[in-house]
Structure formats: C-alpha cells, structure tokens
C-alpha cells in the first residue's frame, strides 16, 4: 500500500509559477514509476507528466512541454512537479499518482495509486 499527498497547489496569475510536491509513504518508494495527472471542471482526467522508477526518464504531455519539469527524489520518497508560465488552461486539480507494473505510464489506468488531489487555478 503507497499513500500520496500533494501540496503546494493555490492561485496564481498567468504567466506565474507554482511547484507541486507529492509525498509518499508506504512501499518502497523508489520502486514505483510516478505520474501527474489533472482534471479541469467538465473534463476528463489527463496525463501531464511521468517519471520511471529505474532510470527516471521523463514524459510530458504536449500542452505543457518545456514549461512543466517533474522530478524524483526517491530519499525523500517525494515527486515534484514544476510549473512555469502558466496558463488559465492549466486550472485543474492536479493529482499524483503511483505505478508499479512496468505498464504504460501514460495512461491512468495503469497506476496503482491516486493522492487526492491539489486545486491549481490560472487567473487571466
């Protein structure tokens, strides 16, 4: 069992900066792949950023490449996410969220475990 809190999500203007953080506690930590995913108010869940568990590779969603940065630090069994010049679209609650199967960590339903979420909200 892995629980997951995410802190650090609050209201910011356009163009602004926030960082989110994703504690871990459970399982080994390092051993799982970790992902960002967000959900904006009438849409779906998606897929904004991923790091594995073995050699920390990177994954972006197109609409925040080269803005966004998501890092590991497996000691302190946290994820960040980095968000810079942000948009009113990135308003979403951000979740972190947890893998360990080696599937695809892309999609939602590969991950094993889901933090409950931090509200982001752009203001234009």
């Known amino acids: 069992q892995v629980q997951l809190v995410e802190s650090g999500g609050g209201l910011v203007q356009a163009g602004g900066s926030l960082r989110l953080s994703c504690a871990a506690s459970g399982r080994t930590f390092s051993y799982y792949a970790m992902g960002w995913f967000r959900q904006a108010p009438g849409k779906e869940r998606e897929f904004v950023a991923a790091i594995t568990w073995s050699r920390g590779r990177t994954y972006y969603a197109d609409p925040v490449k080269g803005r966004f940065t998501i890092s590991r630090d497996n000691a302190k069994s946290t994820v960040d996410l980095q968000m810079n010049s942000l948009k009113p679209e990135d308003t979403a609650v951000y979740y972190c969220?947890?893998?360990?199967?080696?599937?695809?960590?892309?999609?939602?339903?590969?991950?094993?475990?889901w933090g409950q979420g931090t509200q982001v909200t752009v203001s234009s």
């Open positions: 969220a947890a893998e360990r199967g080696s599937r695809s960590v892309l999609l939602g339903s590969s991950y094993d475990y």
